[in-house]
């Protein structure tokens, strides 16, 4: 499954400590990510994450273009839902794609844990039937 992770910047370490956390789940799968997003979990975890853009710079937008396409199973986005700069990617897309396209979203920690906790035990596994069923 593919797996998307974005954060904006007050939730990077919050993000690292979550993939930490679960990274013997995560490794199982494959990982994208906005550039800063990405490239902090490669450098401090090891984990393998195809990095886009940094999400100032478009990488927000190539995550949803993955989305609308089908491609994404799971999103963890990790947002500031009070201070988010405005440089910092907007959820509204990604919220509406993924509503959109019945992916699942986690926009907090708790959310997030059920629902890699659910990938574990194989509760997703009906996102794998979806994949280039839609045109």
């Known amino acids: 499954m593919t797996i998307a992770l974005i954060a904006h910047d007050s939730k990077k370490e919050l993000m ?6 679960y990274s013997g789940i995560l490794a199982q799968h494959k990982l994208i990510a906005t550039g800063t997003t990405g490239r902090l979990l490669q450098q401090s975890i090891g984990l ?12 927000a937008q190539q ?9 994404v199973d799971l999103v963890l986005f990790f947002r500031d839902a009070v201070h988010a700069k405005p440089s910092e990617p907007n ?39 979806l994949h280039n069923t839609e045109s």
Not at 16 to 21: E, I, P, R
Not at 110 to 118: D, I
């Open 91 to 129: 959820e509204q897309t990604i919220l509406r794609l993924c509503d959109m396209h019945s992916v699942p979203i986690a926009t907090n920690i708790a959310t997030a844990e059920m629902l890699v906790r659910g990938l574990d035990e194989g509760d997703l596994d009906y996102r794998e039937g």
């Open 16 to 21: 690292l400590q979550f993939c930490t956390a």
């Open 63 to 71: 995550i949803a273009a993955q989305i609308a396409c089908n491609e």
């Open 48 to 59: 393998p994450v195809q990095c886009y853009l940094a999400g100032r710079l478009g990488g």
